[in-house]
């Protein structure tokens, strides 16, 4: 082609495309074929010039559809009328009375001759402290404020103290107590709350600079239960920015271990305190691994629920199908008894199911049978000698391991859903730019997450829950098939992490051993729909033979 013809077409081609985009770059333009067409190819489809022609008057309409919509005020605590449901077919929920039996404490538990040594106590021994008058709630509550005020600053996992409030809950504890009115184990103790649950009369961050002085005028239902059941709430703690990863507004919640290093996302404060011994317990939420990952960093044990067992009321929602609350503490029987304090139907979350809860410690293995995700063992990963370790301690203690298969998919294709629910959470973040305001700006961060979202089309994101119903079913088959309510994963090998919140399966996550970087690893104990009690257990019977729960690091 001649040099100058082929310099004319180029400049037409670049004339066209210029006046196309120049065109259309306004909004409110009407929507046309040509658009319809670009429009479908984003999707991965192909119509005809006639399809697209018949489509225009539709999309038109659809578009002031949308804007009708827009019209009405939507806040984060506004749920969909869609409700996730991860019950299989042929699953029979469990019924009866709920149990709860907790493990004697070994010996009689005394203050140690060193006070310091309170910040590694479990909340069973504190507990026990308080019960038997050896200390006073609110002695226990000051030293552990102390603890927050001098490390805090420095782990970057603490938002907002609530001193003013814990000590008043700390002296009715007392009050109480002195009374004869015992309202059980977590009578006294001090936690934290991760900053996207609410408390009448303190600021609920969500760890983001456009919320960061947002108080909302009524209490999650998880605090009110706490409260209830005599905790006492000394902190709302760091979260990753809308809860992902580990950097809020106030900067990177580190790790105990190694301060250098970020404690994970997005429970970051949760994981980071307890570790530290700033605080005997949190609550932590996890969507895709926010409470199983800073667990896992920072050494520490973390119950991630059955998806309906506990209510988020109060909570922000960035999922509404896969959000789940849980504790995170020192060892697994800490983590049951702040569970029997927040599980079960607050008839403010609609989602959440009447199920009984049934924990009790067993003597041995003997007799239970475990399913092994083989497949994920037998991959190259890190922490892989650390699992094996465990594998064998179990064997050791009686149980009797099964070989199990996950049902195969790429389960991330079905992560579209957090997006998809996240970017119709924040949608007037996004659209009021606010979003701009956030910290992390990164094509990985939240408000490029949320953008894109919005180009996932509703007829993908419905065929995505589809998949997931298969994959419902699917699970409750494995572990029919295999005779098991309990089976053991790698914490992040072999896809189970995102397989398991997409199904809504509980997990308990605990330390097995130390890493090159001399961090504890961790491994997730998964259970059937609502065997929180039995995942609990197997958890516990492994814990009470191995040392690693009993590792903290040491602060400067």
């Known amino acids: 082609m001649h040099k100058q013809v082929r310099l004319l077409l180029i400049c037409a081609v670049s004339f066209a495309a210029g006046a196309f985009i120049t065109r259309y770059d306004d909004p409110k333009q009407p929507i046309t ?113 102390t603890r927050l005020k001098t490390y805090g600053p420095t782990l970057f996992n603490v938002i907002t103290l609530t001193e003013e409030l814990a000590l008043e809950q700390a002296r009715r504890a007392d009050a109480e107590l002195k009374a004869g009115k015992y309202r059980g184990p977590l009578h006294g103790i001090p936690y934290g709350a991760k900053d996207l649950l609410a408390r009448r009369g303190y600021k609920t961050t969500w760890g983001s600079v456009p919320y960061k002085d947002q108080v909302l ?56 305190t307890v570790s530290a011994g700033l605080l005997p317990f949190a609550i932590g939420t996890e969507t895709l691994g926010s409470i199983v990952s800073p667990s896992t960093v920072c050494g520490i044990t973390g119950l991630r629920p059955t998806y309906g067992r506990v209510s988020r009321y109060g909570a922000m929602a960035l999922s509404w199908s896969m959000d789940k609350i849980g504790p995170m503490a020192r060892t697994v029987e800490d983590c049951a008894l702040v569970f029997n304090a927040i599980q079960g139907p607050d008839h403010l979350d609609p989602t959440v199911m009447n199920a009984p ?78 979003d701009s305001l956030m910290v992390r700006q990164g094509k990985s961060a939240w408000p490029n997450e949320f953008r894109s979202s919005r180009y996932i089309p509703a007829v993908e994101y419905l065929q995505a829950n589809r998949i997931r119903t298969q994959l419902i079913n699917q699970m409750y088959d494995v572990l029919k098939k295999a005779q098991v309510d309990v089976y053991i994963t790698p914490a992040y090998a072999g896809g189970n992490l995102q397989l398991t919140n997409l199904t809504g399966h509980p997990c308990v996550v605990l330390p097995n051993g130390f890493n090159a970087q001399q961090t504890l690893t961790s491994i997730t104990i998964n259970g059937q729909l609502f065997a929180e009690g039995s995942v609990l257990a197997v958890a516990k019977a492994y814990q009470d033979a191995t040392e690693w729960h009993k590792k903290h690091p040491v602060l400067n």
């Open 217 to 272: 005028d009524y209490d999650a239902t998880v605090i009110k239960k706490l409260e209830d059941a005599g905790a006492v709430l000394c902190a709302k703690l760091a979260m990753g920015e809308l809860a992902m990863g580990d950097v809020w507004f106030g900067g990177k919640s580190r790790n105990p271990w190694k301060s250098e290093l970020g404690s994970s996302g997005s429970s970051a404060g949760s994981g980071s």
């Open 357 to 434: 809860f049934r924990y009790a410690p067993m003597a041995s293995l003997k007799g239970v049978r475990i399913g092994v995700v083989q497949k994920a063992f037998d991959s190259t990963y890190p922490n892989k000698a650390n699992d094996q370790a465990t594998l064998d301690m179990l064997k050791k203690l009686g149980a009797t391991l099964v070989p199990i298969e996950l049902p195969p998919f790429r389960y991330a294709a079905l992560t579209m859903i957090i997006g998809v629910e996240g970017a119709a959470a924040f949608d007037e973040l996004t659209r009021s730019d606010r």
């Open 33 to 145: 074929a040509e658009m319809a067409d670009v429009g479908a190819k984003l999707f991965g489809l192909s119509f005809t010039k006639a399809e697209c022609d018949s489509m225009v008057d539709n999309l038109n309409d659809q578009r002031r559809d949308f804007e009708t919509i827009r019209t009405v005020k939507l806040t984060n605590d506004v749920a969909p009328a869609l409700y996730f449901n991860p019950l299989p077919t042929g699953f029979v929920m469990p019924t009866g009375a709920s149990s709860f039996k907790a493990s004697t404490l070994p010996g009689q538990v005394r203050m140690p001759a060193n006070r310091d040594d309170l910040a590694f106590y479990t909340v069973a021994q504190l507990g026990e402290l308080i019960r038997t008058k050896q200390i006073s709630s609110e002695a226990l509550t000051q030293f552990f404020l």
